[in-house]
């Protein structure tokens, strides 16, 4: 089983910048890829970003390239999302999915992910 936490929601103003933080723990592995997903009020979960397992492939929304960046630290089984450029309309439940995979494809849909996180709030005000 594998276990994941986001962590560093938060509030903040539009224009400024956030990063969160994917831990994945729980057993013992070396390569899984990730993706960021999320879910405003009254929406459907959306695709954000994801990255392969050695970080070297990224593919993001149209929505947020060029503001965000996806990255990962394999020595620390997490990954991040950095959101520069925030918009009031960023605000959402940011959710971190993992799948256990050694290949480099762009994982974009929900369902090729097995372990999900609880999400963290974060709100841009205007």
């Known amino acids: 089983q594998v276990r994941v936490v986001e962590s560093g929601g938060g509030l903040v103003l539009a224009g400024g910048s956030l990063r969160l933080s994917c831990a994945a723990s729980g057993r013992t592995f070396s390569r899984y890829a990730a993706g960021w997903f999320r879910q405003a009020p009254g929406n459907e979960r959306e695709f954000v970003a994801c990255i392969n397992w050695s970080g070297a492939t990224t593919y993001y929304a149209d929505s947020v390239k060029g503001r965000f960046t996806i990255s990962r630290d394999n020595a620390k089984n997490t990954v991040y999302l950095q959101m520069n450029s925030l918009k009031s309309e960023d605000t959402a439940v940011y959710y971190c999915?993992?799948?256990?995979?050694?290949?480099?494809?762009?994982?974009?849909?929900?369902?090729?992910?097995?372990?999900w996180g609880q999400g963290t709030q974060v709100t841009v005000s205007s």
């Open positions: 999915a993992v799948v256990i995979t050694s290949d480099s494809s762009w994982r974009t849909r929900q369902d090729q992910y097995d372990y």
